[in-house]
């Protein structure tokens, strides 16, 4: 046989063999695959030590599949969402880089206590709540009013320590970010104090609107030395829903009873909004010192107080 004869066979025989490895991969790769969870959790490493976990998960991937995923590119690592249900194999390892984070949402409502809240996230995530609030301690220069009240989105599964100390480290930039603002400084002494204004405005206020108007109720009455007497104030930690009672006006000895003492409470009664925040900064500017909720749930404010007790009637009948 001549050598050009021999080449060509050659050829023909490793284009052949080509072929044929071209046409079982392309045969592989769309074998179907059924994933069975919405999402993927995948370790930091090579591409081998992400095929060895998935295999130990229970999905049936090879060598080849190593091969695949180099030529794909780097898997992502943490909660995936891969999405359910039957896929072909090309695009599920595909999604093993492409895959966005898989996050759970965390809502903070505000006027929410830390007790609550904390005990909330941890029933919905099934976290450790004494963990939770262990952490809240470590990271939170506020025993209340540390994390800002908004809905937030973290990844799921995220630990105890990392959910707190992320959810403070966000409310410190935007509470460093108003103080700045508005006081050309962020004093943490300072700003508690704000911060318990405001949080006296959130569980009084009827709505944003009120907000400039109860503060300057609220500072009226500490500039003449006048007590707070504001049920909300008494609506703190564990008693965040709580009605407040004429009994309970009598015998909670706590500095959060403001019928009971001057001043404001020590600490905020409850987590503030950027609006009750605002308004503690900017109060109105007026002469009131009363205010009751009236029969459309807004109140009627007055520096009278003789005033203030027909108000008390009209609301009454």
């Given at each position: 046989?001549k050598?050009?004869?021999?080449?060509?066979?050659?050829?023909t025989?490793?284009?052949?063999?080509?072929?044929?490895?071209?046409?079982?991969?392309?045969?592989?790769?769309?074998?179907?695959?059924?994933?069975?969870?919405?999402?993927?959790?995948?370790?930091?490493?090579?591409?081998?030590?992400?095929?060895?976990?998935?295999?130990?998960e229970?999905?049936?991937?090879?060598?080849?599949?190593?091969?695949?995923?180099?030529?794909?590119?780097?898997?992502?690592?943490?909660?995936?969402?891969?999405?359910?249900?039957?896929?072909?194999r090309?695009?599920?390892?595909?999604?093993?880089?492409?895959?966005?984070?898989?996050?759970?949402?965390?809502?903070?409502?505000?006027?929410?206590?830390?007790?609550?809240?904390?005990?909330?996230?941890?029933?919905?995530?099934?976290?450790?709540?004494?963990?939770?609030?262990?952490?809240?301690?470590?990271?939170?220069?506020?025993?209340?009013?540390?994390?800002?009240?908004?809905?937030?989105?973290?990844?799921?599964?995220?630990?105890?320590e990392?959910?707190?100390?992320?959810?403070?480290?966000?409310?410190?930039?935007?509470?460093?970010?108003?103080?700045?603002?508005?006081?050309?400084?962020?004093?943490?002494?300072?700003?508690?104090?704000?911060?318990?204004?405001?949080?006296?405005?959130?569980?009084?206020?009827?709505?944003?609107?009120?907000?400039?108007?109860?503060?300057?109720?609220?500072?009226?009455r500490?500039?003449?030395?006048?007590?707070?007497?504001?049920?909300?104030?008494?609506?703190?930690?564990?008693y965040?829903?709580?009605?407040?009672?004429?009994?309970?006006?009598?015998?909670?000895?706590?500095?959060?009873?403001?019928?009971?003492?001057?001043g404001?409470?020590?600490?905020?009664?409850?987590?503030?909004?950027?609006?009750?925040?605002?308004?503690?900064?900017?109060?109105?500017?007026?002469?009131?010192?009363?205010?009751?909720?009236?029969?459309?749930?807004?109140?009627?404010?007055?520096?009278?107080?003789?005033?203030?007790?027909?108000?008390?009637?009209?609301?009454?009948?």
């Open positions: 046989m050598k050009s004869h021999l080449l060509v066979n050659m050829s025989t490793l284009l052949n063999a080509l072929a044929m490895i071209i046409a079982s991969i392309s045969f592989y790769i769309t074998i179907p695959m059924q994933v069975s969870t919405q999402t993927l959790k995948l370790p930091r490493g090579s591409v081998t030590n992400t095929i060895k976990h998935l295999q130990k229970g999905h049936e991937l090879s060598m080849i599949d190593t091969y695949l995923l180099v030529a794909i590119g780097q898997p992502k690592s943490g909660e995936l969402e891969i999405g359910q249900g039957v896929m072909n090309i695009d599920f390892l595909h999604k093993l880089t492409s895959a966005t984070e898989a996050f759970q949402v965390v809502t903070l409502i505000p006027g929410e206590t830390r007790p609550i809240f904390l005990e909330d996230i941890a029933k919905l995530y099934q976290l450790d709540v004494k963990k939770l609030d262990g952490n809240y301690s470590k990271y939170s220069t506020y025993k209340e009013a540390g994390i800002l009240p908004e809905t937030y989105h973290v990844p799921k599964g995220i630990k105890e990392k959910l707190i100390s992320f959810l403070v480290k966000l409310s410190e930039e935007k509470y460093k970010s108003l103080a700045t603002e508005h006081l050309k400084k962020y004093d943490k002494k300072e700003w508690l104090r704000y911060l318990t204004i405001a949080s006296v405005i959130q569980k009084e206020a009827a709505n944003n609107a009120e907000m400039p108007i109860v503060a300057s109720v609220i500072y009226n500490l500039k003449i030395n006048m007590a707070l007497q504001m049920d909300g104030t008494l609506n703190y930690g564990k965040s829903h709580v009605k407040v009672t004429p009994s309970r006006i009598r015998t909670d000895k706590s500095g959060f009873n403001t019928y009971l003492n001057s404001l409470p020590p600490y905020p009664v409850c987590s503030v909004s950027i609006e009750a925040i605002k308004a503690a900064l900017n109060p109105a500017k007026t002469n009131y010192l009363y205010f009751m909720k009236n029969k459309n749930d807004v109140h009627d404010f007055t520096h009278s107080y003789d005033e203030h007790l027909k108000n008390i009637a009209r609301a009454r009948k």
